[in-house]
């Protein structure tokens, strides 16, 4: 269904992998809202994914970037508001993959450099995105830039190993630069902190099968989908959270105020 939200506006979605991918669901939302996006992932995920498929579903151009490299970054924002007819109006920060997770090291046994990688592409490339956007003027007014995170940046999920320390700085990136941009422009900066999701990047994770099924249990309205996800993501977008700004939003059906749910003593 759709109420017109983001008609007119322009925008560009980072991370869509396959069908499954958050970004995805954003990005069939946000069309379907009214928007004209570009999609763009790391050219080696071009290769793999399916984002192709989406791109023509949606008549969306889709453009290889790396977002840890400031040229690629560049380039595709200046090819962006080319191909959409002007500045920008949203912008979808969903990138995750630590290498030192995806090779199974434990936490009390990190290799440093494949963690400097594992931030790089995680956090600091929010920053890196943001400085190119911010350079360029390439934000329109009242624009919202959202990045996607994890509770682990609060507290302690053994297994999310260094995720944790890079959601905790893409937070505080979204925090610092949100003052800058809305200095700038009006434009807002948030992280929206999502439930456990059966993604590529979430089934990364050791025993996340299991864990999905406890912080359902412990949510009371149930872990958060990527649809209901997609959806969140489209208020924060439009003209109706223009107010917002610097905040961590948590979007997981309840799970970061519990302390205890009886439905995890049940059978
Ligand atoms: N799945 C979950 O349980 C969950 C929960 C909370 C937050 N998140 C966050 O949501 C975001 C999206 O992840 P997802 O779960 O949809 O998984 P996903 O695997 O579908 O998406 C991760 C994306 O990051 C992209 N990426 C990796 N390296 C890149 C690079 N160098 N340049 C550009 N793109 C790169 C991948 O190609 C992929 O499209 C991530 O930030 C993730 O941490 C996921």
Not at 199 to 223: C, I, R
Request: glycine share 8%.
């Amino acid at each position: 269904m759709s109420n017109n939200l983001l008609a007119g506006k322009r925008g560009i979605i980072f991370g869509a992998l396959d069908e499954k991918s958050i970004a995805w669901k954003v990005a069939e939302r946000c069309v379907e809202e009214g928007a004209m996006i570009t999609l763009t992932n790391a050219p080696v995920a071009l290769r793999m994914g399916e984002i192709q498929k989406l791109g023509k579903k949606l008549n969306a151009e889709v453009i290889p970037a790396d977002a840890t490299s400031e040229e690629d970054l560049e380039k595709l924002i200046g090819e962006s508001m080319e191909i959409l007819g002007g500045k920008l109006d949203f912008v979808l920060h969903a990138i995750g993959m630590s290498l030192n997770v995806r090779k199974k090291k434990a936490y009390t046994d990190l290799k440093y450099e494949w963690m400097q990688k594992t931030f790089d592409i995680s956090a600091i490339s929010f920053h890196k995105l943001m400085q190119q956007l911010y350079k360029q003027d390439a934000m329109n007014e009242w624009g919202s830039i959202l990045a996607l995170s994890y509770i682990a940046a609060q507290r302690s999920f053994p297994d999310y190993s260094e995720m944790a320390e890079s959601k905790a700085l893409l937070e505080s990136f979204a925090r610092s630069f949100g003052y800058h941009f809305a200095e700038k422009a009006k434009v807002r900066v948030n992280t929206i902190s999502q439930s456990p999701t059966v993604t590529t990047a979430g089934s990364g994770v050791k025993g996340f099968d299991e864990f999905f099924g406890y912080a359902d249990k412990m949510s009371p309205l149930g872990n958060a989908s990527a649809e209901a996800c997609a959806d969140y993501c489209v208020t924060m977008f439009s003209d109706l959270t223009r107010m917002v700004t610097m905040q961590n939003l948590f979007h997981d059906g309840g799970f970061s105020s519990m302390g205890m749910s009886p439905r995890l003593l049940e059978d």
